[in-house]
T-cell receptor, first 111, second 112 residues
């Protein structure tokens, strides 16, 4: 069963912020939200994860709603190299070691 | 992040033959994971390989078709047996790190 829902595709302009939504309305209290991306012909790359607080690292920011039923990945200044498929995944960190990939969002950054 | 070396990076194989894919990690890990990505699709977990025990296979995948070896804590192999064109996919290995999973660059398999 799909635990997350993402739009199939989105375009964004180079240099602008890209906001990628993800719905996870059935998330449980001990499940984390993970984001990965897969650039064409490469393996998936870890971006960021969070439980309930907003998180930021050198790649992106993760905004999780107060009820935790949805989140947004923000790429602050999208570049052409950010063109990829972005996957939002929820999983328990302690027990369920499996990563279940949905269809993801194909993000195309345009000059 | 762990460095994962996967070989071969790509291969073209005749139907009915078998291909063994190797995955080498630069540090010891308890579990290694094998995924398949069919053309235009997302990733699907094939099995989890623990050192010293039988691999655990996901629904729809069986040991006879995808035998896995895990001889030590830094190495694993996945064999795709008796290949058919439907096995044409990218096969990836992965390990869990502190903040998430690291993936190899994948093996692009084409069966003709």
């Amino acid at each position: 069963d799909a635990k997350t829902t993402q739009p199939p595709s989105m375009d964004c302009a180079e240099g602008r912020a890209a906001n990628l939504p993800c719905n996870h309305s059935t998330i449980s209290g001990n499940e984390y939200v993970y984001w990965y991306r897969q650039i064409h012909s490469q393996g998936p790359q870890y971006i960021i994860h969070g439980l309930k607080n907003n998180e930021t690292n050198e790649m992106a920011s993760l905004i999780i709603t107060e009820d935790r039923k949805s989140s947004t990945l923000i790429l602050p200044h999208a570049t052409l190299r950010d063109t990829a498929v972005y996957y939002c995944i929820v999983r328990e960190r302690s027990n369920d070691y499996k990563l279940s990939f949905g269809a993801g969002t194909t993000v195309t950054v345009r000059a | 992040s762990a460095v994962i070396s996967q070989k071969p990076s790509r291969d073209i194989c005749q139907r009915g033959t078998s291909l063994t894919i190797q995955c080498q990690v630069d540090s010891q890990v308890t579990m290694m994971f094998w995924y398949r990505q069919q053309p235009g699709q997302s990733l699907t977990l094939i099995a989890t390989a623990n050192q010293g025990s039988e691999a655990t296979y996901e629904s729809g995948f069986v040991i006879d078709k995808f035998p896995i070896s895990r001889p030590n804590l830094t190495f694993s192999t996945l064999t795709v047996s008796n290949m058919s064109p439907e096995d044409s996919s990218i096969y990836l290995c992965s390990v869990e790190r502190r903040n998430g999973y690291t993936f190899g660059s994948g093996t692009r398999l084409t069966v003709v």
